[in-house]
């Protein structure tokens, strides 16, 4: 036991010797914000750090967004080369966020936390609609893409099966409310009836939609039951279930201590409608992120590692997001993923599983 403390010390001393500082390409950038939350589980409120991660090319359009969620206690520049793909060439706004910088992050409810990202979103919207802001009109929060990493897998999961509701000060409408400037009225015409056009934004900002897609990069799920800890740490498996919602599922072959059988990918594809399953054969828990040097060689020794290469194992999740996305938000065939997928055999199975009325995204209604 004490052998195993000390190995797990070392590790969290090497990520933190990891979570240098963000450096992108040119077109690619990132600012970072503070983000204050009003409940943090055992504190009335915390600060977030968010590390936001755009194409700064012209010209400027609203893309969707993608709400990466970091495993547990890992830090988020292992997830850096993450960003940085899905916002090259402008497919997609990143949003990551820290709950600290320290070592040992504080351990924040799983039904807590998942409160958060109506408040991320809301803070986004407010950049993309503040002209003296990077952001400014680069986000599009109607469509939001959940994607992480063990139990921010997890995390995406519970927000995929409950979906995201915003508070009642969203941004979400802002959007409908240019467009509506722009052409003068509700049909384009140039009409300015105030009242008649302020009903009519009513009514748009109650209609508006978010529309999720979630990527699952190795789930780990946790909780079941109903004592106080479990409805604090909910099983995001028994979640899905039922709610009819549709995943791309990215699993690691080898399993251990970090990826337990019974609480892995295996526990999460049987409860989807919809999606697919992609196993890289010889990739561990830890591949999947961007760990480095001896960090990541004492990660994958105690998680397990295969063959692969780090970043060949992450060439797998990627490919599906910018796939599983396109399809979600933008309504592009994924036959080039589906091909390159089918030729991986090698390397990792693939799973396509459809529904009788296939869905890949959920669409939800945002309440106030």
Known sequence: MGACFCLLLLMMWGATMDSGGEAFTDSVQSVSRDLEVHECGGRKACKLNLMITFYSGLPAAPVPVVLFLTGFQMPRSWYNSYAEQLASNGRYLVVQYETSSSIVKPLIPDQIEVQFFPQLLSFVAGEASDSASPLYNRADVSRVGLMGHSRGAKLAALALASGVVFPHQTLLAARTQQRLA???GPDGVGRDHGAEK???QQQQQQKQQVQLAAVLVDPVDSGSGSSAQDLQF???AEALAGQNRSA?????GICGWCNPTSDGWRKFWPVLQSGWLQVVTAAGHLQ???????TAWA???????GALSHAEVQEFPVRA????????FEDKPPNRYIDWSRKQQERASFEVKTAETWDCSSSLSAHE
């Not at 791309?248 to 690691?252: H, L, S, T, Y």
């Not at 990660?299 to 590692?305: A, E, I, V, Y």
């Open 248 to 252: 791309a599922v990215i699993g690691a």
């Open 234 to 236: 909910p099983s995001a």
């Open 299 to 305: 990660w994958d020794k105690f998680c397990g590692g």
């Open 182 to 184: 722009s052409t003068g």
């Open 321 to 328: 997001a910018l796939a599983w996305f396109g399809l979600a």
């Open 198 to 200: 302020k009903c009519h």
């Open 288 to 294: 999947f992120t961007d760990a480095k040097g001896a």
